[in-house]
């Protein structure tokens, strides 16, 4: 049986990715060698970053527009850390937009560092909409946002104009819709939801805004000297950059972001549709605000959770329960996800709907 896998990650990739992937651990390039063993200095995997770093930018637009794409190990957490350290002066401070629970352990490693100054925050109401009328400080040293949020099934729709650099979280949309993303300083986003296995961190920095805040940067957390070393400063997350270039080609070979957003937003529609008919459910975040990746949903009668979840997981789906944080069901759908394996769901839906 097929299976629907709706994990928020690490999460589904494109099945050639998957099978070009497995050809590379037995024989990358027909050097004789596996992707896990080969040489991170040697000239095919230095041609695999190149490219990858290359691409990334191509796809976003911003191509010979000042900006340099990292691979770097650490998953978006360690960037929680790194993105203060190298733009929040001594002394300075930072301004953030508290949207969920990655939103609030940034902000927690920036307390480490200076004065953070929470704009907005959707605590109070368990994070079910995007805060929005916030003043920017306009002393800040940059400001930070969460583009979706995993767990509450949230996605910032418009982003705010300001003058201070801009930086912005966006581990689980990155690739999935088109947006001016010149208007960012620092795009980071962890592979495992859009691009590739868990273990490589995409980073996207404005070449003009490194090494301006002179503070004392240990030589790991340093854009700097990851970017003076194309991404090489340290052995990089070998095969998941790999795997990530293989996903940064299915993308362009779709058509880009446009063709992906296109066909992510019929995903959504579909399901948002039946979620806001069907009487037996509710969706959790408020409906402006919805996520098209993650899309979080609740039962209106618990009573019906036991025979809900064996029609689904008898379908083949796999990965819906939601976070404990907010209960219920997540469907997570991601660019690699196929708008059949959402009519699946739906029709498991409507079969309650029948059954009951």
Request: contains cysteine; proline residues 4%; hydrophobic residues 40%.
């Amino acid at each position: 049986m097929k299976k629907h896998n709706y994990s928020a990650g690490p999460s589904i990739l494109p099945q050639e990715v998957f099978e070009k992937s497995a050809e590379a651990i037995l024989n990358f390039n027909n050097s004789g060698l596996s992707i896990l063993e080969i040489s991170h200095r040697s000239k095919d995997f230095v041609a695999v970053m190149d490219e990858a770093r290359a691409l990334a930018l191509e796809l976003l637009g911003l191509e010979g527009k000042g900006y340099q794409a990292l691979f770097l190990g650490g998953g978006a957490s360690l960037e929680f850390l790194m993105v203060p350290y190298n733009l929040m002066k001594e002394g300075g401070k930072a301004a953030y937009l508290d949207s969920g629970t990655w939103a609030t352990a940034a902000i927690k490693e920036a307390k480490l560092f200076g004065e953070t100054v929470i704009v907005a925050s959707s605590k109070e109401d368990n994070y079910t909409y995007v805060p929005k009328d916030y003043e920017i400080p306009a002393d800040a040293d940059y400001f930070h946002c969460t583009s979706n949020n995993t767990i509450f099934g949230t996605q910032m729709k418009s982003f705010p104009k300001t003058n201070v650099p801009l930086v912005c979280d966006m581990s689980s949309d990155i690739f999935s819709r088109q947006l001016d993303f010149s208007q960012f300083d620092i795009i980071y986003a962890g592979a495992q939801k859009n691009m590739g296995p868990a273990g490589a961190t995409l980073v996207v920095i404005k070449e003009e805004i490194i090494g301006k805040n002179g503070r004392a940067i240990p030589s790991m957390l340093d854009y700097a000297k990851h970017v003076k070393a194309d991404s090489m400063f340290n052995t990089p997350p070998v095969f998941p950059v790999y795997a990530s270039l293989l996903t940064l080609r299915w993308i362009k070979e779709k058509g880009g972001i446009a063709a992906v957003e296109k066909l992510n937003n019929a995903k959504a529609e579909l399901l948002y549709n039946e979620i806001d008919r069907n009487p037996l459910f509710k969706g959790a975040a408020v409906e402006e605000d919805r996520s098209n990746m993650n899309v979080t949903f609740l039962l209106t009668n618990p009573e019906h959770t036991e025979t809900f979840d064996k029609m689904w997981k008898e379908a083949g789906i796999s990965g819906l329960p939601g976070h404990r944080s907010v209960g219920g069901y997540r469907a997570s759908i991601y660019n690699s996800m196929s708008i059949e394996s959402v009519q699946v769901l739906v029709d498991v839906m409507q079969a309650l709907e029948k059954a009951v």
